[in-house]
């Protein structure tokens, strides 16, 4: 079967199952599994393909009809221009995260600092910053060994290994060093509202990374107080938040000793990120 069969056959049984993007996914698996660029596949639409590669792809393309997450099907997953390798003990990193990146990068430009990402996952918020403030080292701690195990990998193929070191632990437990510039995006999904997530979050991706207690502030609350003895002072925390949580969340920031310096909206014109000041 050619090219384009194959990707039109594939796109087509994904959609039936309702998956909106059902012809990206089905170029971006196949371009995965040949090892070759996406715009290649459409270019030479003509190429015949072995049976081995077909039996690859039947197999992806039913991982995805059962909602399995793209970037797990092909283990990897772009964020900040850079693929990032990722598995089901870490998250699927979302743009919304790099709103944060973009701020900043922009207080810390040509910078020398030590920055600590708490509940790094996939490392790749702190390997992001770190690409970008060339003077700067970072650590990254998360409670989950293959998360860790993960990051490395991710530091290891951006050659940042070198300013970049990851740790098992609990954030409760770490108490090493003082930083300039502290990072999270921690679990802040209520528990009344997991079992609103779609089926590819809520059966794919690690709870433990999503679930945020019954109000969705617990692990944001630990964030705040860790930072207030972890960072330097004027020190910035940089932390994701979940939505209509901004007023709450300042207002923690607030009693634990915090100026709000700056924020962030996503698409949806919510309050995605708070940037505050250790006074």
């Keep these: ?26 170029q971006i698996i196949l371009s995965e599994i040949m090892g070759i660029k996406r715009e290649s596949l459409i270019t030479n639409n003509e ?5 081995k590669i077909l039996e690859k792809y039947d197999i992806a393309i039913k991982r995805r009809i059962k909602k399995e997450p793209v970037a797990y099907i092909i283990g990897e997953k772009e964020f900040w221009s850079q693929n990032f390798r990722v598995n089901h ?21 040509n910078k020398r600092i030590n920055i600590l990402d708490i ?49 098992v632990v609990d954030m409760d437990n770490f108490n090493i060093g003082r930083y300039d510039l502290i990072v999270s995006n921690p679990p802040y999904i209520a528990l009344k509202d997991i ?6 979050i809520l059966n794919y991706e690690p709870l433990i990374a999503l679930k945020g207690g019954f109000d969705g502030l617990d692990l944001i609350k630990k964030v705040i107080y860790k930072s ?52």
């Design 89 to 109: 003990s870490t998250l699927v990193p979302r743009p919304e995260s790099e709103l944060l990146i973009y701020k900043l990068v922009n207080y810390f430009k």
């Design 1 to 26: 079967m050619n090219l384009e069969n194959t990707i039109q056959k594939a796109s087509q049984l994904l959609k039936n199952q309702n998956i909106h993007s059902h012809e990206l996914d089905a």
């Design 228 to 279: 207030k003895y972890l960072l330097k002072t004027n020190g910035l925390l940089g932390i994701e938040i979940g939505t209509n949580q901004y007023l709450k969340v300042l207002n923690i920031l607030k009693k634990n000793g915090f100026r709000e310096a700056d924020k962030e909206y996503d698409y949806n014109h919510n309050v995605r990120c708070i940037i505050s000041t250790k006074i």
């Design 119 to 167: 509940g790094t996952g996939s490392g790749c918020i702190l390997l992001s910053l770190l690409k970008e403030l060339h003077l700067s080292r970072g650590i990254g701690i998360d409670i989950s060994s293959k998360a860790v195990k993960t990051a490395e990998i991710n530091s290891n193929k951006l050659n940042l290994l070198y300013r970049s070191k990851f740790k």
């Design 47 to 51: 190429i015949n393909i072995s049976e």
């Design 195 to 200: 079992k609103n997530l779609s089926k590819e």
